[in-house]
Antibody
């Protein structure tokens, strides 16, 4: 059974940093691209970032480019999102999702999400 | 940046057909998918590659994509289908979600 477990969320001050992790199990992690998607309270889904199975290719939404970095450790079956220069508008539940194969494929399995709150 | 627009809400009676549109420029040329999200839960993929159903998704869910509009159709809608639905596509190396539609089963 495919499982994704996010961690690392919490309360952080504006301008601060946070690293999210997503532990994957139940599939050959290195064979699939992964994505991060966020959802602000009461709002819709927003695509944040994607990464290829090897980690060689990364993609970002304009809203986070230059502030967030996606990476993965295939030896640990773990996906990461390093977030810096955080703003109030980054407050959201952050989901990791396994894609069907490529970075621009549908997310066929999602984690439960981790809440990031940016506030002073 | 690319945008996709969905109606904010759709109401349907049990057993009837619900159609949810997703409009975007030349959307027909893009790979689209659809997600269902119930309150307090993570999204679930219900349609991928315009019209394919993942394993475990009921046959009453179907999708199409033509011109500037992708459509998710729920035939024989059940009370359990009440949820928010989002379309997704990809453009210029970024993913894009539609604005979301709340489906109410009256």
């Amino acid at each position: 059974e495919v499982q994704l477990l996010e961690s690392g969320g919490g309360l952080v001050q504006p301008g601060g940093s946070l690293r999210l992790s997503c532990a994957a199990s139940g599939f050959t992690f290195s064979s699939f691209a992964m994505t991060w998607v966020r959802q602000a309270p009461g709002k819709g889904l927003e695509w944040v970032s994607g990464i290829s199975g090897s980690g060689a290719s990364t993609y970002y939404a304009d809203s986070v480019k230059g502030r967030f970095t996606i990476s993965r450790d295939n030896s640990k079956n773990t996906l990461y999102l390093q977030m810096s220069s955080l703003r109030a508008e980054d407050t959201a539940v952050y989901y990791c999702a396994k894609t069907h194969y490529n970075w621009n494929d549908a997310g066929d399995c999602w984690g439960q999400g981790t809440l990031v709150t940016v506030s002073s | 940046s690319y945008e996709m627009t969905q109606p904010p809400s759709v109401s349907v009676s049990p057993g009837q057909t619900a159609s949810i549109s997703c409009s975007g420029d030349k959307l027909r040329n893009k790979n689209t998918c659809w997600y269902q999200q119930k309150p307090g839960q993570s999204p679930v993929l219900v349609i991928y590659e315009d019209n394919k159903r993942p394993s475990g998704i009921p046959e009453r869910f179907s999708g199409s994509n033509s011109g500037n509009t992708a459509t998710l159709t729920i035939s024989g809608t059940q009370a359990m289908d009440e949820a928010d639905y989002y379309c997704q596509a990809w453009d210029s190396s970024t993913g894009v979600f539609g604005t979301g539609t709340k489906v109410t089963v009256l």
